[in-house]
T-cell receptor, first 112, second 110 residues
C-alpha cells in the first residue's frame, strides 16, 4: 500500500458533461475526505465518510455533486452537468479516526 | 466564523536565514492546529501538529491561544525547505475535517 491514490490524475471535459473521480484510501483507514482546491486557495472541505456512511457535507457541495463509498473502501465523487466554476483540483484524504489525514495526489479537472 | 489566515502569499529568504511563516486563526472552542507542506510536484503532507509538540525538519510551531496564532519557525532555512506551506485547524473531538489557510509559498535562495 503506497498511500492514497486518485484516478484519473487529470480530466478535461466540456461544460454540461458528467465526470466521476475515484479515490482509493489507505487500506485500514476508516475515514475518507474530499476537498477541493482552486488556484491561490487552500483546500476546502467538501464531504467525509466514516466507513460507508457519509456523515457531513459542506454547503460547497451543490446538488450536482454526489459522493459514495459503497463498501467502506474506495470512494467516488461525481459532478453532473459540469460548469466552468467546477474547474479545480479535487483532493482525497484518508485517516484513522482522529489521526493524521493523508492526502492523495489529486485529480485536476478542467471544464471547457 | 471558523477561519485560518496566512497573511503572506510569498516569503523569500536566503539560505541560513531564520524563517517565520505566520498563521492566525478564528475558532470558537479548542481547535487542533496543523502545518501541512507541499513540495514541488508532490502531494500535501503533514509537517507538524501542535498536540505532538515535535520538531520536524527543524521546524517548530507554538500555539498561542491569547493571540490565536500558530506561527511556523525555523532558525536556519535550507534550500530544500522551498515549498508551499498551509496552516490548518480542526475542532477537537469533531469530525476532523480541516479548515485551511490560503498558504504561503516559501522560497529559499542560495
Amino acid at each position: 500500500d503506497t498511500g492514497v491514490s486518485q484516478n484519473p490524475r487529470h480530466k478535461i471535459t466540456k461544460r454540461g458533461q458528467n465526470v466521476t473521480f475515484r479515490c482509493d484510501p489507505i487500506s485500514e483507514h476508516n475515514r475518507l475526505y474530499w476537498y477541493r482546491q482552486t488556484l491561490g486557495q487552500g483546500p476546502e472541505f467538501l464531504t467525509y465518510f466514516q466507513n460507508e456512511a457519509q456523515l457531513e457535507k459542506s454547503r460547497l457541495l451543490s446538488d450536482r455533486f454526489s459522493a459514495e463509498r459503497p463498501k467502506g473502501s474506495f470512494s467516488t465523487l461525481e459532478i453532473q452537468r459540469t460548469e466552468q466554476g467546477d474547474s479545480a483540483m479535487y483532493l482525497c484524504a484518508s485517516s484513522i479516526q482522529g489521526e493524521t489525514q493523508y492526502f492523495g495526489p489529486g485529480t485536476r479537472l478542467l471544464v471547457l | 466564523a471558523q477561519r485560518v489566515t496566512q497573511p503572506e502569499k510569498l516569503l523569500s529568504v536566503f539560505k541560513g536565514a531564520p524563517v517565520e511563516l505566520k498563521c492566525n486563526y478564528s475558532y470558537s472552542g479548542s481547535p487542533e492546529l496543523f502545518w501541512y507542506v507541499q513540495y514541488s510536484r508532490q502531494r500535501l503532507q503533514l509537517l507538524l501538529r501542535h498536540i505532538s509538540r515535535e520538531s520536524i525538519k527543524g521546524f517548530t510551531a507554538d500555539l498561542n491561544k491569547g493571540e490565536t496564532s500558530f506561527h511556523l519557525k525555523k532558525p536556519f532555512a535550507q534550500e530544500e525547505d522551498s515549498a508551499m506551506y498551509y496552516c490548518a485547524l480542526s475542532g477537537r473531538g469533531s469530525q476532523g475535517n480541516l479548515i485551511f489557510g490560503k498558504g504561503t509559498k516559501l522560497s529559499v535562495k542560495p
